[in-house]
């Protein structure tokens, strides 16, 4: 199964791809790492975001996408642009959409450590969120 995990930051969408097959893990090459929304975006703006994710989606055969979800109140609040972007992606015809939430991440974590360091995985520093967000999603039974 390949599964997009994805966290949201600001006007970003922060991705990584994250295959499992039995007890392997794989982290395809993928041409894009994260997709930005502009700060003045508009309903053209939107649209592409969507089309150009649901795109990428289709070319690398993902099954889900799981999404770190933001809270809507408090320190960590997330953005309008970020609530936009993932009503954007929900909305993609035959994705299969999971949101986590922080408590539930920690839960999977705890129940399924990482197998590895995340500096070791290759991945850029700023994917650390949406590639936790991918691992958990593996183990996730109500979706």
Do not use: W
Request: charged residues 25%.
């Amino acid at each position: 199964m390949r599964i997009c995990g994805v966290e949201l930051t600001g006007s970003e969408a922060i991705i990584c791809l994250l295959s499992k097959d039995g007890q392997m893990f794989d982290l395809p090459d993928c041409r894009a790492r994260k997709f930005t929304l502009p700060k003045e975006h508009n309903q053209e703006d939107l649209q592409k975001f969507q089309f150009e994710f649901g795109k990428l989606m289709q070319d690398y055969q993902v099954d889900k996408v799981a999404i770190k979800e933001r809270p809507t109140k408090g320190k960590f609040a997330g953005s309008a642009a970020g609530f936009k972007m993932e009503a954007a992606i929900q909305l993609i015809a035959d994705l299969q959409v999971i949101l986590f939430d922080a408590a539930q991440i920690k839960e999977l974590l705890k129940q399924h450590p990482l197998p590895i360091e995340f500096a070791e995985t290759g991945l850029k520093q700023f994917q650390q969120g949406a590639f936790v967000s991918a691992y958990v999603a593996h183990y996730f039974k109500g979706a």
